[in-house]
């Protein structure tokens, strides 16, 4: 079905959200936050390229409840008064990468798990290379925690707002 330019879209909805490490981005749709994401262009851009076309949506800067209880709960957890995030969320990935996701919501507070470990608990042991990619494709940082998962070794590795951020949400959480 094609849009008319009188035709409404759906929309997703952006706004800046402040934390100790920076800005992040923010993108929402009616059934919950699709994207929470640490400036950086590159990132932003195919994020939101992405969105538009699995939604058929416009994007639109402005408010809405789900930002405001993001907002709330970011800095509860930036406080250390906060271990469990209760949005709603609507993971966009394919399904593999939903399996993936869906695994690291599993992940307690304060612990860390190897990649082996998570592909391994989706029923894939030898595909943790594909579960690392999957992990980096998370368009929904800290609340979908793919901070908390660490090379086999021990080593922090593989994190897409960089290294020193991985360390410091898992120093926060008394992880490492």
């Known amino acids: 079905m094609r849009h008319n330019r009188f035709e409404t879209k759906n929309i997703i909805q952006t706004t800046i959200i402040n934390t100790p490490l920076g800005d992040m981005v923010a993108g929402a749709v009616k059934e919950g936050i699709c ?15 992405k969105l538009k076309g699995v939604f058929d949506a416009e994007v639109i800067a402005g408010e809405n409840q789900y ?42 507070y304060g612990q860390t798990i190897s990649y082996k470990t998570q592909a391994i608990a989706i029923n894939m042991p030898k595909s943790y290379r594909a579960v690392a990619n999957a992990n980096g494709q998370n368009m929904i940082d800290i609340l979908v925690p793919c901070h908390r998962v660490i090379g086999h070794d021990g080593k922090l590795n593989g994190y897409g707002a960089g290294i020193e951020m991985k360390e410091f949400l898992l120093r926060l959480e008394g992880a490492i």
């Open 35 to 49: 994207m929470l994401a640490f400036i950086h262009p590159l990132h932003i851009d195919a994020h939101l390229t």
């Open 67 to 108: 930002f405001v209880t993001l907002r709330e709960q970011l800095k509860e957890y930036f406080e250390g008064k906060r271990e469990i995030f209760t949005l709603p969320l609507k993971l966009v990935g394919t399904p593999f990468q939903v399996s993936v996701w869906k695994e690291l919501l599993k992940i307690p």
